[in-house]
């Protein structure tokens, strides 16, 4: 079997290749299913130098789950305003929507304090992190960023041709802004900065994060993905998007995903300079890919402040009711400023999963410097109480 080849191959060059049909589902069935991932020397997914993932071979039956909190979605939306939207708005599929593009431009461009020039929409903010990616790395160079973080841009950039230098995480897993600094040479083309921090929850303090980004945006552009921001509570979680009236070469990515509870319709935006998103439109527009539908359900979603309030606060209660049991259960989590949270378990990745399928649940198992977390997802309360009880019945 080609398998068994490659494992072979593997005892060479410590790491090994699958297709992607034969991988976790929130993966096999994403934008990259026919892609080859990188696996390494105990069966897992190659994320990065420190990370790795666990998966199951067989997929669970997503309809037989009774929590899926694997995928950081939003367990309350799309909002009942959004739902009306959508659904008024399919009459109208037949026809491109420009105007009402528009006026969800105008919406935002609004709440950032930035002109419709500084707007560029996608569907969903994964795909706005991979077209710059392809844009600006299509000749080479290198990206800096954290390790851990968020692997869609740095991913696409290397498939067209960069290359990459991760800087491992401080030890309160915030970003080594120091270190991402003295890593930049004349090769670099882009430091990505995913703050909150996807898949660890730790966010990097606002004020060192203002400064380092008003500084190095000089020499190399700065990505900033805040999918998560929206959901952060408490001191240092200020957006970067305050440094483009500075002009400084800052993108800003955000998304109608999370708080907003619309992953499944795919809206997102990047706030940047004119001149910088022009390079992108030049090559690839993101807008174009947004359904009419979409359009209409996010300019709901973005005026239903109460829905985003109650998100923020349920999303709240879960974390506190979960930072409870699982320091009852002696877990030591990693603070997040996010919908999930991350924490070591005692037991092996690949073993946690299907104890967790066997209940029902799903959540996702990483390997991190070779040692095993858990990253569950908030969901419904109900849903936080399926898990802790399913993890005490482990502990």
Aim: a positive charge.
């Amino acid at each position: 079997m080609s398998n068994m080849i490659n494992r072979r191959s593997l005892l060479k060059t410590g790491l090994m290749t699958i297709g992607g049909m034969a991988l976790a589902p929130h993966i096999s069935m994403g934008a990259f299913s026919g892609a080859n991932y990188t696996l390494d020397e105990k069966s897992r997914l190659y994320y990065s130098p420190l990370l790795r993932e666990h998966f199951l071979e067989e997929r669970p039956n997503v309809t037989a789950m009774t929590a899926r909190l694997n995928a950081n979605e939003n367990p309350y939306g799309p909002p009942e305003s959004t739902r009306k939207a959508v659904a008024e708005a399919v009459s109208g599929g037949n026809r491109y929507s420009w105007k009402e593009l528009a006026t969800l431009v105008d919406k935002l461009a609004k709440k950032e304090g930035v002109t419709e020039k500084h707007i560029m929409m996608g569907p969903g903010s994964s795909d706005l992190l991979e077209k710059v990616a392809i844009v600006l790395f299509m000749n080479g160079g290198n990206i800096v960023s954290a390790d851990p973080t968020y692997m869609s841009l740095i991913r696409v950039a290397e498939a067209v041709g960069a290359t990459w230098k991760a800087i491992p995480c401080k030890a309160d897993w915030s970003h080594d802004l120091a270190a991402m600094e003295a890593a930049i040479d004349k090769d670099t083309k882009m430091v990505y900065i995913c703050n909150p921090n996807n898949p660890v929850g730790s966010i990097t303090a606002g004020k060192d994060l203002l400064d380092f980004c008003s500084r190095v945006s000089e020499k190399v552009p700065i990505f900033v993905d805040e999918a998560y921001l929206e959901l952060a509570e408490g001191t240092g979680t200020e957006s970067m998007v305050s440094l483009l009236s500075k002009k400084k070469n800052v993108i800003i990515a955000r998304t109608f995903s999370k708080i907003m509870g619309m992953a499944g319709l795919r809206v997102g935006y990047a706030v940047a300079q004119p001149e910088f998103l022009d390079k992108i439109q030049k090559i690839t527009r993101g807008g174009m890919g947004i359904s009419h539908t979409s359009v209409l359900g996010a300019i709901a979603s973005f005026e239903d402040t109460d829905f985003q309030a109650m998100t923020k606060k349920l999303n709240t209660e879960c974390k506190e009711y979960l930072y409870e049991n699982l320091t009852k259960m002696n877990y030591k989590y990693i603070p997040s400023y996010t919908n999930f949270v991350i924490f070591p378990i005692n037991i092996g990745g690949k073993e946690f999963l299907a104890k967790m399928a066997s209940k029902g649940i799903m959540v996702r198992a990483f390997d991190i410097q070779n040692k095993p977390w858990c990253r569950v997802s908030m969901g419904t309360m109900d849903e936080m109480k399926l898990f802790v009880k399913a993890l005490g019945e482990l502990s």
